[in-house]
């Protein structure tokens, strides 16, 4: 794939062309889902990244994640954390114009005490073991199930395991309910945003990840932590909930939670 280098950002895309997302219908065919996995099923049969992920991992990876949505799904409302719940991560700025995925997974991994767990010495080369890992130089981005396996992959043991939902599947209040929870649960959250939404971004409306490790439930606002290769972005910035939603509730987009 091309990669794509407007403005210094990183373009996330969603899927990696037809080759990619023509997955074997055999794999599907394997796929024997119990009835109590049935509506989580049903959400997920038809999604871009489940049909990837079906393809490149096979049946029994995709019931484990079903499993794993279903679990997600049925964690108390608020968590137990409260109005404030946060895990805050550490800053890196991504290598390439194109690896904010792998970057924003290693953010996510320090806010977890597991950034030891991706070999290398240096940040550069922990992002590199990651990009290596998920064919990101020549894919041109990390798609959203890597962000969520290269996650699984790295995090302590003992977590509850990362999912991926599109944000157009959620309402506002829903989204909230979510990144609490995830918060709560010693889990930074991952959005596989379009920045237009998001103030700071000047109206650049562009495919990039980004870290949310923040969120105070009284007056809706966020923390959002920007790895951009692009110094004008790049940092810690606090935009309100609607905006954070708003960069994933648009056809196509997910978070990580």
Do not use: W
């Not at 719940?85 to 953010?107: A, E, F, H, M, P």
């Not at 995090?155 to 309402?171: C, E």
């Amino acid at each position: 794939m091309v990669k794509s280098t407007i403005l210094g950002f990183c373009l996330a895309l969603a899927f990696s062309g037809v080759g990619k997302l023509s997955f074997e219908a055999g794999q599907a065919s394997k796929l024997i889902i119990p009835d109590y996995l049935s509506a989580v099923y049903e959400e997920y049969e038809k999604d871009q990244q489940f049909q990837m992920m079906l393809s490149d991992y096979g049946a029994e990876y995709a019931i484990d994640f079903l499993e794993n949505v279903y679990a997600t799904n049925r964690v108390g409302t608020r968590g137990g954390g409260g109005n404030v719940c946060y895990q805050y991560v550490t800053n890196v700025q991504q290598t390439k114009t194109y690896n904010c995925g792998s970057t924003t997974v290693l953010q996510s991994l320090y806010g977890m005490g597991a950034a030891g767990n991706v070999p290398g010495s240096t940040d550069a080369a922990k992002i590199s073991t990651i990009d290596t890992a998920y064919n990101v130089d020549s894919q041109g981005s990390l798609y959203v199930y890597q962000v969520a396996d290269a996650l699984n992959t790295y995090k302590p043991s003992g977590y509850s395991s990362y999912v991926y939902s599109t944000g157009a599947s959620k309402t506002e209040a829903q989204f909230e309910q979510a990144i609490a929870t995830s918060l709560t649960n010693c889990k930074p959250v991952v959005l596989h945003a379009k920045t237009g939404a998001l103030g700071y971004y000047g109206g650049h409306n562009l495919g990039h990840y980004l870290s949310l490790d923040y969120v105070d439930r009284t007056t809706d606002m966020v923390r959002i932590v920007d790895c951009n290769y692009n110094n004008s972005y790049y940092g810690v910035h606090s935009v309100t909930l609607s905006e954070a939603y708003s960069t994933v509730s648009v056809s196509g987009r997910y978070f990580i939670y």
